[in-house]
Structures are given as structure tokens and as C-alpha cells.
């Protein structure tokens, strides 16, 4: 997963990408953001179709204000100009679930 590290970084691969983009906003923290790592990294490596990036909203708080985020993990997904935001840890099977929906996938 690639780090975005300001609020132009991603408005460009917002504005850019062919492919669906997930961001995995976290802080250093936050324990649920830590335990959701790992399994997002598994994801990015397994749903080759979507693009997965992380951003501390530590870091970067008018990126987190700028798309409403209030807690932490919050995950932004983003096709074709359009976008959505969930929070929330979750197991792996329900988190791809939640990105399939969104999206239109079928996994």
C-alpha cells in the first residue's frame, strides 16, 4: 500500500485512476487501524482490480476534514469520480464485501 501524504496526492489519483481506489485513513494510535493492516495489506495484494493507498490523518488533518473523517479507521472509496466513506474495523470476508457493494464487484 502507498502512503498519500497531503490532500493534492490524492485528489490527483482521485482525478487520474482507471482503477477503483480504496484509502485506509488511520492513525499511528489507533488499535483497530492496527489490526486492520495487515489485512488490508492482504486485500491490496488479492483484489488486483482496486488500488488500496493509507493516509494518517494525524499528519494530513485537512484531508481528514476535507472528506468529513471524525474517527479512525475510516476507509474512502473512490470509481470514476465518485465517492463514499465507511468506518469501522471489520474481519477481512465483510470488509471485501462492503468494497464489492460499493463498487459493483462480485467476488
Known amino acids: 500500500m502507498v502512503e498519500i501524504n497531503n490532500i493534492e496526492e490524492l485528489k490527483d489519483i482521485m ?3 482507471r482503477k477503483p481506489v ?3 485513513f488511520y ?3 489507533c488499535g483497530p487501524c492496527k ?3 495487515s489485512m488490508l495489506e492482504e486485500l491490496s495484494n488479492e483484489m488486483e482490480d482496486v488500488d488500496f ?3 494518517n490523518i494525524e499528519d494530513n488533518p485537512d484531508v481528514a ?3 468529513s473523517i471524525t474517527s479512525v479507521p475510516s476507509f474512502l472509496v473512490v470509481e470514476t469520480g465518485r465517492w463514499q466513506v465507511f468506518t469501522g474495523a471489520m474481519p477481512k470476508r465483510t470488509f471485501q464485501n462492503k468494497i464489492s457493494e460499493i463498487l459493483g464487484l462480485s467476488i
Do not use: N
Request: proline share 0%; glycine share 0%.
Open 53 to 55: 493507498y493509507k493516509l
Open 27 to 29: 492513525a499511528e494510535w
Open 35 to 37: 489490526a486492520m493492516a
Open 15 to 17: 482525478e487520474q485512476t
Open 65 to 67: 476534514s476535507e472528506f
Open 22 to 24: 480504496v484509502v485506509d
